[in-house]
């Protein structure tokens, strides 16, 4: 498995195992839960390719990696969109910052090493 990939996959498992163990929050269904996650992940993801797309040499690359990160950006939106409409929100920003708190704290605990970011 190239590195980078097996990289990613320990973040993702790590994050997606601390907010499972969060739990749902109170009078909130499994729906706001997913669409907050997904949310989180498509940031993260935007975070990444803007890392990527300012730091590559190979300027078609570069291109690349912007794109992903405007797209990333897009579907992290739609989804706080469409929990804000479902949810309200009140109950969403919430419960949003709940996940932020959550995942710094998965953040802290995870090892650093030169072979991934976050």
């Known amino acids: 498995m190239n590195p980078t990939v097996a990289a990613a996959s320990v973040i993702a498992a790590a994050l997606a195992v601390g907010l499972a163990a969060i739990g749902p929050g109170v009078g909130q269904g499994t729906l706001l839960e997913k669409l907050l996650t997904c949310a989180l992940i498509e940031a993260r993801s935007c975070?990444?390719?803007?890392?990527?797309?300012?730091?590559?040499?190979?300027?078609?690359?570069?291109?690349?990696?912007?794109?992903?990160?405007?797209?990333?950006?897009?579907?992290?939106?739609?989804?706080?969109?469409?929990?804000?409409?479902?949810?309200?929100k009140d109950k969403t920003r919430f419960r949003w910052q709940e996940y932020l708190t959550a995942e710094a704290e998965i953040m802290k605990n995870l090892e650093t090493r030169g072979d991934r970011m976050h």
């Open 47 to 88: 975070e990444r390719f803007r890392l990527l797309s300012l730091n590559c040499s190979d300027e078609d690359l570069r291109g690349w990696y912007h794109k992903f990160m405007v797209a990333e950006a897009e579907h992290y939106r739609m989804f706080l969109d469409l929990a804000n409409q479902y949810f309200g």
